[in-house]
């Protein structure tokens, strides 16, 4: 399947993510002949396990991630990244573990917005916000080339297409960057051969930053 790359926008140090710097970026997509082609969306919920006895809290993994993906609404990937694991289930799975009551869903983030087609590449920046909420949390941009399914041999033609896109994008002067964190998806067992399950690795990945970013620039709000 084709490679992807999830980038997420690393706000300046002193400011935050707004709603002028995601119409700026999708309006960027356009002005490079991205034509729009619709819209996307990815949901990603957080569990935390229900332990009722102290010495069961170490026989099974305390939290992990659960990301459902447009391209393929019948499975749901789980993702431990303490232990670097990363399952692909069937959707149903999320019923089973709400009648097991094994465990809770902290929070849940949606990550939506527009689609744009740019030759063999494919464009998808959005928000993230909390579910039943319009509170901007972060802007994510996937980035897919359609022709190369190898990891490794995608590198050079995705990095100069992210080079061009953060060229079109500076002439903008907007407040941040987007960044491009590489998982180390061997520690995951998987292969060089893109799958689904890397795009899962990705969007846990891209949050910890996010959160971990949020809570760095949160003091300096107070």
């Known amino acids: 399947m084709p490679i992807k790359w999830i ?34 969306k990815t949901i990603l919920s957080f569990y935390r396990a229900m332990v009722r006895e102290q010495g069961s809290a170490n026989e099974f993994p305390r939290d992990f991630v659960g990301i459902s993906l447009a391209e393929q609404p019948s499975k749901y990937f789980l993702v431990i990244r303490g232990q670097r694991v990363v399952v692909e289930a069937e959707s149903n799975i999320q019923m089973i573990m709400e009648k097991l009551q094994s465990y809770k869903t902290r929070f849940v ?8 087609q740019l030759g063999d590449f494919q464009l998808r920046v959005g928000k993230v916000v909390p579910t039943h909420s319009e509170s901007l949390r972060g802007i994510v941009m996937e980035m897919e080339y359609q022709p190369i399914s190898s990891w490794e041999k995608s590198h050079q033609i995705m990095g100069e297409f992210f ?33 689904l ?24 709000r107070n």
């Not at 970026?25 to 729009?36: H, P, R």
């Not at 983030?109 to 744009?116: A, P, S, V």
Request: aromatic letters at 10%; a negative charge; proline letters at 3%.
């Open 7 to 40: 980038l997420h926008w690393q706000p300046n140090a002193g400011t935050t993510v707004n709603t002028q710097i995601l119409s700026e970026v999708s309006q960027c997509a356009e002005s490079i002949n991205g034509v729009k082609e619709g819209r996307w």
């Open 109 to 116: 983030l949606t990550f939506e917005g527009n689609q744009y």
């Open 197 to 220: 399950q890397h795009t899962a690795v990705q969007y846990a990945s891209i949050t910890a930053q996010m959160i971990s970013t949020a809570q760095t620039v949160q003091p300096n």
């Open 163 to 195: 080079d061009l896109w953060q060229e079109a994008l500076s002439k903008r002067s907007l407040q941040g960057h987007f960044v491009h964190l590489e998982p180390n998806f061997t520690e995951y067992g998987l292969s060089d051969q893109y799958t």
